[in-house]
């Protein structure tokens, strides 16, 4: 970054404003094609809060997969028939979803929404299938110490109504495989942060100005090291042991390395209008939020994150023809009013450029890196028609 002052010296003079986090891992392989990390860091404090938006649907994709085939012995697939109840103040039903194939909600196709595009609904329905208490328990069980998921996301869920998930019930046809009751999950999950309360001021639920800090205590955290480590269990299941790995199957593998890394433009169900999102919209570490055409050999899988004027994104790319390889988390922030809720954030003229400069100067580095083993990245090889 300081050889590129003409890009990111605005950044680097002030880093404490921007709230930069930095995760890069090189991957060199042995003759094996076994993968080996070398992980490097700007600025990381797993203490420091920053809000993580969408970043964690990343979690609740792969906890979801997991849940599903722990239950398999019922018949449960990630191809169910997925029909949600309600049962508390607040709670909304979904029993069709018109944008799947048989107009049908199902965990793959949530799934499938998730990764594409970020979608918020699909994420709340699988925190309620997968319980918030298995949710934080299975984050300690990955090691994952500086996170904790408490509540859903873009409905306002907070306190108490975020303890409570619905019930849920699964079909295969009309036959009922597995009927999950409502639960409740009393913990707060307290995480030792700093940083909780920033700004001068807020709109509230009425957009009344208040005028005092405004607080993020009692929300979702998901740190950059605890990111980029799930990640890297996703990507590479070899380079851990194997009772760290992650329980999913092969076909588990494939869904979610075919969703993370394919366009929305590439997807007929759901189908998205290109105006809307375009191809490149969800990559923001390399492209920003540029409506640029899609380098033909490189892929990205990643979740990216953006609200309260941070942005996240927590990315494997692969250029199959450079045989390039490599993890990249950040997070940058902006919000020169102080004023949080209002919609005013430098996303377009600090955030944005900050991560797709970020990306390509991570990505010219690996260019002039020399392998001693070229990497097989057939594994990566996706089809996109599917």
Request: proline residues 5%.
């Amino acid at each position: 970054m300081e050889s590129k002052p003409e890009l990111f010296s605005a950044v680097l003079h002030r880093p404490g404003y921007n709230q930069i986090q930095i995760l890069y891992t090189q991957i060199d392989r042995d003759a094996r094609n076994k993968p080996i990390f070398k992980t490097f860091s700007y600025a990381l404090d797993p203490r420091h809060y920053f809000y993580p938006a969408s970043t964690v649907k990343l979690a609740a994709v792969i906890f979801a997969l997991e849940k599903v085939n722990r239950l398999k012995s019922t018949g449960l697939t990630a191809k169910s028939i997925m029909i949600t109840d309600s049962a508390y103040k607040g709670q909304t039903r979904v029993s069709k979803d018109t944008s799947a194939r048989n107009d049908l909600p199902s965990v793959e196709h949530y799934i499938k929404k998730i990764l594409l595009t970020s979608d918020n609904d699909a994420f709340n329905r699988l925190f309620e299938f997968i319980g918030r208490a298995e949710i934080n328990k299975k984050l300690k069980a990955n090691g994952l110490n500086d996170s904790r998921i408490l509540n859903r996301l873009a409905i306002g869920d907070a306190g108490e109504s975020a303890k409570h998930t619905n019930p849920v019930k699964f079909y295969n046809g009309r036959k009922l495989v597995y009927d999950q009751p409502a639960q409740y999950d009393p913990k707060d999950y307290e995480l030792q942060l700093t940083n909780l309360v920033m700004g001068k001021g807020y709109l509230d639920s009425a957009d009344k100005l208040v005028n005092k800090p405004f607080s993020l205590a009692g929300k979702n955290a998901f740190s950059i090291n605890d990111q980029q480590k799930l990640m890297q269990k996703l990507i590479f299941p070899e380079a851990f042991p194997v009772n760290e790995r992650l329980k999913l199957t092969a076909e588990d593998y494939k869904l979610i390395y075919t969703y993370m890394s394919k366009y929305p433009t590439e997807s007929d169900f759901p189908k998205y209008d290109p105006k809307e999102f375009w191809p490149t919209y969800a990559k923001m570490l390399y492209y920003g939020r540029e409506q640029v055409t899609p380098d033909p050999n490189i892929r990205i899988f990643n979740k990216y994150g953006d609200s309260y004027g941070y942005i996240i994104d927590n990315s494997f790319f692969v250029d199959f023809k450079n045989g390039i390889e490599f993890f990249l988390t950040a997070v940058v922030h902006s919000n020169e009013d102080g004023i949080f809720n209002d919609n005013k954030y430098e996303y377009d003229t600090v955030c944005f450029p900050f991560m797709k400069n970020l990306g390509q100067s991570i990505y010219e580095l690996e260019l002039k890196r020399t392998k001693k083993f070229k990497p097989n990245l057939n594994k990566f090889k996706m089809d996109y028609n599917r």
